[in-house]
Every structure is written in structure tokens, then in C-alpha cells.
Nanobody, 126 residues
């Protein structure tokens, strides 16, 4: 049974930083592309950042490019999202997802990801 578990969310002031982590079990982590997605209240879920199976290709949404950094440690089956210079508009539930699929520098469709976590809440106060 595949499990995807996020951690690291919380409440932070604008301008602050958080690091999200995502661990998986039940799948061969280094075969999977990984992604971070988020959903704010009343809005559709959107892609934040994705990374290919070997870390060679990354995708960032325009809204987070330059502030967020995605990385992975295949030896630890763990995905990270370092979030700096946080803004109130970054407030959302953040989801980690795994998929046997491609990642492009300018595209990372949600439909590429078949395994999803339950999410971790990030709240940025102004």
C-alpha cells in the first residue's frame, strides 16, 4: 500500500520561512517524479513545484519562482520544499504527490501524479 505523508506546515509571519517534507512508502521512490501542489480556500488546486525522479528537472510556478526550492533525497525517500520570503497569498493546504511521469521546466500537470498525501497546512500572517 502506497503512503505519502507531508509534514512541516505551520503558522509563520510574512517574510518568514518554512521547510516542508514528504516521505513515501510502498513505492520505489527513485522511480517517481514528485510534486508539491496547494489549494487555498475557495480556489482550485494548483501546481507549486515538481522534480523529476533524479532531480535533474524542476518546475516552479511563476508565483513561487525564486522563493521556493524543491529538492529530494532518494536515499531517504524524502522530498523537500524550502519556502522563503513567504507571503500571505502562499496560505494554503500543501499536498505532496508521486507519479511515474515526466516533469518539464515549464509544465507539471496534476494528472501526472497518482499518489497523493493528506496535506499540511501553511498559514502566512501579514
Amino acid at each position: 500500500q502506497v503512503q505519502v505523508v507531508e509534514s512541516g506546515g505551520g503558522l509563520v509571519q510574512a517574510g518568514g520561512s518554512l521547510r516542508l517534507s514528504c516521505t513515501t512508502s510502498g513505492l520505489t521512490f527513485d522511480h517517481y517524479a514528485m510534486g508539491w501542489f496547494r489549494q487555498a480556500p475557495g480556489k482550485e488546486r494548483e501546481g507549486v513545484s515538481c522534480i523529476s525522479w533524479n532531480g535533474g528537472t524542476t518546475y516552479y510556478a511563476d508565483s513561487v519562482n525564486g522563493r521556493f526550492t524543491i529538492s529530494r533525497d532518494n536515499a531517504k525517500n524524502t522530498l523537500y520544499l524550502q519556502m522563503n520570503s513567504l507571503k500571505p497569498e502562499d496560505t494554503a493546504m500543501y499536498y505532496c504527490a508521486a507519479g511515474l511521469a515526466w516533469v518539464r521546466r515549464n509544465l507539471c500537470p496534476q494528472s501526472n501524479f497518482g499518489h497523493w498525501g493528506q496535506g499540511t497546512q501553511v498559514t502566512v500572517s501579514s
